[in-house]
């Protein structure tokens, strides 16, 4: 079972309620008991998806619509991602994708790696990064 942010759980309530006041009383209740604590359910979130090789801006942009204030997102991306991190993970995303033994055209290689590490939330300087570094190993 995944931890849920409160505005997660304020909509999954409000599904089952038109009656705010007892669900804003039920998430208070659980905010109180910690159950429910966003600056918690952000570490994990952004842990869980680092290990699926997102980038910083994806990641962003997720917690955003998962309603974590803008506050939150910058503490935890700033303590969680930083630039070796970002590359490490772009790497490795970049191996499983693309393997170093393909045959694929370097310029093929570049346009489609470019684009695959853009969508997954990696800035340009990253991208470049990486990809400068498996043209010189080849």
């Known amino acids: 079972i995944r931890s849920h942010s409160i505005k997660e759980v ?3 309530l409000s599904r089952k309620t038109e ?3 007892l669900v804003n009383q039920v998430v208070e ?3 109180q ?5 966003d600056t918690e359910f952000a570490k994990s ?7 699926r090789h ?10 955003r619509n998962k309603g974590i204030s803008s506050d939150i997102i910058t503490q935890v991306l ?3 991602v ?4 970002e590359l490490s993970v772009a790497r490795q995303f970049l191996d499983k994708k693309f393997p170093e033994n393909s045959l694929l055209p370097f310029l093929d290689f570049q346009r489609k790696a470019f684009g695959a590490l853009a969508r997954k939330g990696f800035n340009q300087l990253t991208i470049s990064s990486v990809i400068d570094e498996r043209r010189k190993k080849k």
């Open 19 to 21: 009656n705010e006041d």
């Open 54 to 63: 997102f980038g910083p801006s994806l990641l962003k942009y997720e917690l």
């Open 78 to 80: 700033k303590d969680a």
């Open 33 to 37: 008991k910690n159950y429910l604590n």
């Open 10 to 12: 304020k909509t999954k």
């Open 29 to 31: 209740y659980l905010k």
């Open 82 to 85: 930083n630039p070796d991190v």
């Open 45 to 51: 979130f952004v842990a869980s998806r680092l290990s």
